[in-house]
């Protein structure tokens, strides 16, 4: 369903657009109290999106296209990314129980086959690494001045990775608080949660002055594991994090512009791992450290000459460090005697693991707008240029020191007389990826037809260049299982899209869209070398994997009434070569696994929005998602796919503004469509959330947030999806928290 939030209250109003540029739709999907000192009213489907590398309303594209305001992030109390979906049916958030928030799943296509974007430069991948894993939480979502979901292939537009949509993270400016003129803007504010124990403050600093502008943005925040509503219980947690913010803007003259950008965010969680203490194992403590700094630096052009009327070249640098350190106390096997008996029951040792995921982007970007007449047509042209390259590296270390002797070794055993793993190694090569590729899509508005075509095409070059140092594989065990080769990826494709609007009336459109996407094999998936012999598996690389593909259709009809705004939308994805591990073969008793390409994957389903404009003071929004998803290879459902899910959300507004809230339901239905009886199915529920705000004074706002009220027990799917029927204690720590409150208050100078 086409979803937006909206950032004012609406007034009856409507402003038709032909400009739409690209195979994508906003829809609306809530309310937000916005900033009251800066409120301009106008209706849900009029919010301006930039997706399409140009501003553009519902009415001007085809295709589907999320977007949340900054006024919707404050109204819903957000916290984090996995907040951003919970009131988006059919987008949902990966979650891993020590690596966090992984990325986004959207209509049941995640990891990294959906591309995370923020100003403009990729995010850092997802690496899977079991309850482990290093995903998306480096993010502070109160810098965000709006977030863009595509649904659906997205790849002409945006590139590899792309291939099941993409998300587009924008941070807040200068102009946001002072609308270009002079002048300053100071924001304290801060909230508590008490479902994870958070307390959280910051504020907000702008200025204008003549050509110049700056904002600067600061968070810290305090908090502790979430809740579980039912029998199961997540790991004790403390963590903190801080994040900062400096943007600024000089307008060289009424044609130029130059912006930078500062982005620093840090975060260090500390975890009691009990999930981990057993009969060898005494104690188990986690310290984790997420540490992300970016640079960018933005020219802007507004002007004509023949190739462009408007462009923009942007140079950014992003590196992402992750340490997760590990301090056991427990019985080690990595100094027995073979000589010595006395020894074979093992000793009582201290195990200290640092596990690192680091990446380190650095991106250039040129696109260039051009809008023509030509005959009977209008012409609104994007294109333009995008090369990043990436390092990515994975070092791997693990030392156990005896506690009565201090003897030390870095050869690990993980039972007694068992081959030892030698440390420090890497589980992949550090690997520098390069990508390149060029765009260019056309809007061709066909005069007195009501008809608009958007083709697109892009030509992506993906070259993936192996660092062999003698970290991999350093036990020199996988060349005992076959032997294996590194290798390189070198590879191009293009990329097509095609998209129509065609207006039935001046209140009533429908559209479609035909979108590819494209997503090559990466470091790890081609090139993951490791072995665990304690477990008796191994994992060996693939020098013939083939790049994954995805074909999208969508069709739908909107209609934008006086009172209300209503649209469906029916859409199939195709997915092909999809890249999994899968089990090839047993070798000295140990077991191999490798990615390959294992097929096709086919989803199809239905999505439906409608918000109706009550009066000046009441909004009621519903919307609705029914996913299908099959693994037509293995002739099984595909278990990522969510249930149909419904959201209904009713908003009152006092005419002054000065108070109001949303009262909203979300329902899920059941899930028993999964891919075994092996695996875990879920039952259906509803929960009901309040929101609400009062404006103390010009100044001052509270905001209240009561979640879950009627305390259901409830697990959302992207957390159940996939576990086993007989993993009851990860089941049951899967659910949601009981009723929970948050509280949040701010203020203006």
């Not at 009213?41 to 999106?49: D, G, K, P, S, T």
């Not at 068992?418 to 590729?437: I, L, Q, V, Y």
């Not at 047993?586 to 096709?600: A, P, R, V, W, Y």
Request: hydrophobic share 35%; glycine share 8%; net charge negative.
């Amino acid at each position: 369903m086409d979803i937006v939030a909206v950032t004012n209250r609406p007034v009856f109003q409507r402003q038709k657009m032909h400009l739409g540029i690209t195979a994508v739709t906003v829809v609306a999907a809530g309310m937000s109290a916005g900033t009251f000192a800066q409120e301009v009213e106008y209706r849900a489907e009029e919010l301006v999106i930039t997706a399409t590398r140009l501003p553009r309303t519902i009415e001007n594209i085809a295709g589907t296209v999320s977007a949340i305001s900054s006024e919707t992030i404050e109204h819903e109390m957000v916290d984090d990314l996995d907040d951003i979906a919970r009131y988006q049916p059919g987008i949902t958030l990966d979650t891993a129980s020590r690596g966090g928030n992984l990325g986004f799943r959207i209509r049941g296509i995640g990891g990294n086959r959906v591309l995370t974007v923020i100003d403009g430069i990729r995010s850092s991948d997802v690496y899977a690494a079991g309850p482990s894993a290093y995903g998306k939480d480096s993010f502070e979502v109160d810098n965000l001045k709006s977030i863009e979901i595509v649904r659906g292939p997205a790849s002409v537009l945006y590139g590899a990775d792309a291939m099941g949509g993409a998300v587009l993270l924008n941070s807040k400016d200068p102009s946001g608080y002072t609308d270009n003129k002079n002048g300053s803007y100071f924001k304290l504010r801060s909230s508590m949660a008490d479902a994870d124990a958070q307390y959280k403050a910051g504020f907000t600093g702008a200025f204008q002055k003549n050509e110049l502008g700056a904002v600067f943005e600061y968070t810290h925040r305090e908090f502790e594991e979430q809740d579980v509503n039912g029998r199961g219980s997540l790991n004790p947690q403390d963590g903190e994090s801080d994040a900062l913010l400096l943007k600024s803007v000089w307008d060289i003259n009424e044609n130029q512009s130059l912006t930078f950008v500062v982005d620093h965010f840090t975060q260090n969680i500390d975890t009691v791992l009990a999930s981990e203490l057993g009969a060898s194992v005494r104690s188990s403590i986690g310290r984790d450290e997420t540490v992300r700094k970016g640079l960018g630096l933005d020219y802007n052009w507004n002007g004509k000459f023949t190739l462009a009327d408007e462009l923009q070249l942007s140079l950014k640098y992003q590196q992402n460090d992750a340490l997760q350190n590990t301090v056991q106390e427990r019985t080690s096997f990595s100094f027995i005697d073979p000589r010595d008996p006395s020894t074979y029951s093992g000793a009582d040792a201290i195990r200290n693991t640092d596990f690192e995921f680091n990446q380190e982007t650095l991106a250039l970007n040129l696109n260039l707008w051009k809008n023509l007449d030509i005959v009977n047509t209008s012409h609104s042209i994007a294109y333009g240029l995008n090369f990043d390259e990436t390092q990515t590296e994975r070092p791997r270390n693990r030392c156990e020191t005896v506690q009565t002797s201090g003897e030390s070794t870095c050869q690990i055993s993980a039972y007694p007389f068992a081959p030892s793993e030698n440390f420090p190694n890497k589980t992949f090569p550090d690997s520098n990826t390069k990508r390149f590729g060029v765009y260019f899509q056309d809007e061709i508005t066909i005069a007195n037809t009501g008809l608009t075509l958007i083709p697109g095409y892009r030509y992506d070059r993906y070259e993936m260049q192996p660092e062999f140092d003698g970290l991999l594989d350093a036990s020199e065990l996988i060349e005992n299982f076959g032997g294996f080769r590194v290798s390189e990826v070198e590879e191009g494709t293009s990329s097509l899209s095609l998209g129509a609007i065609y207006d039935l009336s001046d209140k009533i459109s429908v559209f479609s869209q035909y979108a590819e996407g494209y997503r090559p094999p990466n470091f790890d998936e081609a090139n993951q070398a490791f072995v665990n012999l304690g477990f008796g598996y191994a994992t060996i690389p693939n020098a013939q994997l083939k790049a994954e593909s995805s074909k999208g259709i969508e069709f739908g009809i909107r209609a934008n009434l006086d009172n209300a705004f209503m649209s469906l939308v029916a859409f199939r994805n195709k997915y092909d070569n999809f890249i999994e591990s899968a089990f090839v073969d047993t070798q000295g008793g140990i077991s191999l696994f490798q990615d390959q390409n294992i097929g096709s994957v086919k989803i199809s389903g239905v999505e439906a929005v409608s918000n109706w404009y009550l009066s000046d003071e009441w909004e009621l929004r519903t919307s609705l998602a029914y996913i299908k998803g099959d693994n037509e290879s293995a002739n099984v459902p595909l278990d990522s796919v969510d249930p149909l899910t419904g959201i209904v959300g009713l908003r009152y507004d006092d005419s002054g503004q000065n108070w109001g809230g949303e009262l909203i339901v979300t329902a899920a239905d059941k899930k028993d469509r999964v891919s075994s009886a092996n695996v875990t199915t879920a039952g259906s529920y509803a929960t009901t959330d309040l929101i609400a705000y009062y404006r103390l004074s010009d100044s001052a706002t509270i905001r209240f947030g009561a979640f879950n009220l009627f305390d259901e027990e409830y697990a959302r799917w992207t957390n159940l999806s996939g576990l086993p029927v007989t993993n009851t204690n990860a089941i049951q720590n899967s659910f949601q928290p009981g009723s929970n409150f948050r509280l949040g208050f701010s203020y203006e100078l």
